[in-house]
């Protein structure tokens, strides 16, 4: 069997990313751990903009472990795949929003 270069059972090593800088390591388990406390957003609302931006940044890990995440929190899958439209639609209106630069450049180049 070919092996993959996202091997789902590397999500259960994360934990192990402060084995070569304990510091920074545990720095940011820290901080991870207080952005996805209860807040001004419940820990659901958090956990369905985590799954968005994971497909955003198109992290297979992330996707499987807030995909999960979700489902734990009470989100159903219609709130997830709308949670992903959005994350769709901005990284598509960030690409669009990008042709505004290229025809301000040809403009400037043709006139």
Same mark, same amino acid.
Do not use: W
């Given at each position: 069997?070919?092996k993959n270069?996202?091997?789902?059972e590397?999500l259960?090593?994360f934990?192990?990313?402060?084995?070569?800088?304990?510091?920074?390591g545990?720095?940011?388990?820290? /901080?991870?751990?207080?952005?996805f =406390?209860? #807040? %001004?957003?419940?820990?659901?609302?958090?956990?369905?903009?985590a799954l !968005?931006v994971?497909?955003?940044?198109?992290c297979?890990?992330?996707?499987?472990? /807030?995909?999960?995440d979700?489902? =734990?929190? #009470? %989100?159903?899958?219609?709130?997830m795949?709308e949670?992903i439209?959005? !994350?769709?639609?901005?990284?598509?209106?960030?690409?669009l929003v990008?042709?505004?630069?290229?025809?301000?450049?040809v =403009?400037?180049?043709t006139?």
């Amino acid at each position: 069997m070919a092996k993959n270069y996202f091997d789902p059972e590397d999500l259960k090593k994360f934990g192990n990313i402060t084995e070569f800088q304990e510091v920074l390591g545990k720095k940011f388990f820290d /901080y991870y751990g207080e952005v996805f =406390k209860e #807040g %001004a957003l419940t820990v659901r609302e958090k956990s369905l903009i985590a799954l !968005a931006v994971s497909h955003a940044v198109q992290c297979p890990y992330c996707i499987d472990a /807030y995909s999960s995440d979700c489902l =734990k929190k #009470g %989100a159903d899958e219609e709130q997830m795949m709308e949670a992903i439209h959005v !994350a769709a639609a901005i990284k598509s209106g960030s690409t669009l929003v990008y042709g505004v630069q290229m025809m301000n450049h040809v =403009k400037d180049q043709t006139m």
